[in-house]
């Protein structure tokens, strides 16, 4: 789970959909108008600028304090109001000061008499223009690398089907893939990603209508790349050189280790993808195997390392204190020496039950048929 500060925010532009990320502070006592404006917010906060969001004439605004005294104002139709407040037809956004010298500025209006109607309501046009106003006025980003809370909303975003992309400023952005403009479909891919989304702790804003009300909540099943994140957790805590080695075992396996499937499924993407023919895709053909090739080399160099490793077969020196205050794993029968047993008569007549291990392991059982030799084609 994430705290409740990182915000994503859905909305589509033309037949095209966006995720925008934002880890900006959020007050405990934040109503939705914050959550419904997080991605303008986090556009001026990692500025360094102070802002709210006030009530309006008869809608939410965003208003902002500017270095030189100013204000920033952006807000959706007032007069009347939009007929739709979470996805609003047009912004206006202006800058005055009262103080002398006096300031009034139109920086950007979408409204169907504005200079900028051909952009509707469009957010990235809006942020687009809010940026570039504030370049002008000096009010330059703020170096900011991107949180963990940002960069794991990133990865289920990536995970669910979306692709990063290029947004003004510094808030991080996806979007589904350009040739994906079936509404069924994207209303799919959205609906996964916010699943897993909340399911993670994140706050979630946006269209409503970009959700299939009709889908099944995705299943919060523990995803490949978890897993193995379990074998680093493994690693970190490890006493005795004997699990470090487990883990680089899983990673080496001869055959069917993590790295030897990856250069499988490598291998595969260049054998299909051949089929397209043109020059960029030869170039991707290529690369593609040249990685393959490259993990096969490191799979057979990190082989040797887990089996000089495995050979110490003693515990750490700096954590042998922790290791004697470790409770000793209790013995159970693997499901491998359960079935040895079973090919005995003598076994059989003992009865011995079939007694499942505390921790699972990846090769509870060998496949079939291993190849007999080293990663490599």
């Known amino acids: 789970m994430y705290p409740d500060?990182?915000?994503?925010?859905?909305?589509?532009?033309?037949s095209h959909v966006f995720a925008w990320i934002s880890a900006a502070s959020v007050q405990p006592a934040a109503s939705e108008q914050h959550h419904r404006y997080g991605y303008l917010t986090a556009v001026l906060r990692q500025r360094g600028l102070e802002c709210?969001?006030?009530?309006?004439?008869?809608?939410?605004?965003?208003?902002?304090?500017?270095?030189?005294?100013?204000?920033?104002?952006?807000?959706?139709?007032?007069?009347?109001?939009?007929?739709?407040?979470?996805?609003?037809?047009?912004?206006?956004?202006?800058?005055?000061?009262?103080?002398?010298?006096?300031?009034?500025?139109?920086?950007?209006?979408?409204?169907?008499?504005?200079?900028d109607a051909r952009h509707g309501g469009s957010l990235p046009d809006l942020l687009d223009a809010v940026e570039t106003r504030l370049d002008q006025l000096g009010v330059r980003p703020q170096v900011q690398e991107r949180s963990a809370e940002e960069?794991?909303?990133?990865?289920?975003?990536?995970?669910?089907?979306?692709?990063?992309?290029?947004?003004?400023?510094?808030?991080?952005?996806?979007?589904?893939?350009?040739?994906?403009?079936?509404?069924?479909?994207?209303?799919?891919?959205?609906?996964?990603?916010?699943?897993?989304?909340?399911?993670?702790?994140?706050?979630?804003?946006?269209?409503?209508?970009?959700?299939?009300?009709?889908?099944?909540?995705?299943?919060?099943?523990?995803?490949?790349?978890?897993?193995?994140?379990?074998?680093?957790?493994?690693?970190?805590?490890?006493?005795?050189?004997?699990?470090?080695?487990?883990?680089?075992?899983?990673?080496?396996?001869?055959?069917?280790?993590?790295?030897?499937?990856?250069?499988?499924?490598?291998?595969?993407?260049?054998?299909?993808?051949?089929?397209?023919?043109?020059?960029?895709?030869?170039?991707?053909?290529?690369?593609?195997?040249?990685?393959a090739a490259d993990l096969d080399a490191h799979a057979i160099r990190l082989q040797?390392?887990?089996?000089?490793?495995?050979d110490r077969h003693t515990v750490h020196p700096n954590k042998a204190q922790a290791a004697a205050e470790r409770p000793l794993p209790q013995a159970t029968a693997s499901t491998r020496v359960n079935a040895a047993r079973a090919s005995s008569p003598s076994a059989r007549k003992q009865a011995v039950p079939a007694v499942l291990p505390t921790e699972l392991s990846a090769h509870t059982a060998p496949p079939p048929q291993r190849p007999p030799s080293a990663p490599g084609r």
């Open 52 to 115: 709210t969001v006030e009530w309006g004439l008869s809608d939410y605004i965003v208003h902002a304090e500017l270095p030189d005294g100013s204000s920033l104002i952006i807000s959706p139709p007032q007069e009347p109001a939009s007929e739709h407040p979470e996805t609003p037809e047009s912004w206006i956004v202006t800058r005055h000061r009262s103080a002398e010298p006096a300031v009034y500025e139109v920086i950007y209006d979408s409204e169907p008499d504005g200079p």
């Open 151 to 291: 960069q794991a909303a990133g990865a289920v975003l990536y995970r669910a089907g979306f692709i990063p992309t290029v947004a003004p400023g510094s808030v991080h952005a996806y979007r589904l893939p350009l040739s994906m403009t079936d509404s069924a479909e994207q209303h799919l891919v959205v609906t996964r990603a916010f699943d897993m989304l909340q399911a993670e702790g994140f706050i979630l804003a946006g269209d409503p209508d970009l959700l299939d009300s009709d889908l099944l909540p995705t299943q919060a099943d523990m995803s490949l790349s978890d897993r193995l994140g379990h074998l680093a957790q493994t690693v970190r805590a490890a006493t005795h050189t004997s699990e470090v080695a487990a883990a680089l075992t899983e990673l080496t396996a001869p055959g069917d280790g993590v790295l030897q499937r990856v250069a499988e499924i490598l291998d595969a993407t260049a054998h299909w993808w051949e089929g397209f023919g043109a020059a960029a895709d030869h170039r991707h053909v290529k690369h593609l195997r040249l990685v």
């Open 304 to 310: 040797a390392i887990r089996n000089d490793l495995a």
């Open 5 to 14: 500060n990182a915000l994503v925010t859905f909305a589509q532009e033309d």
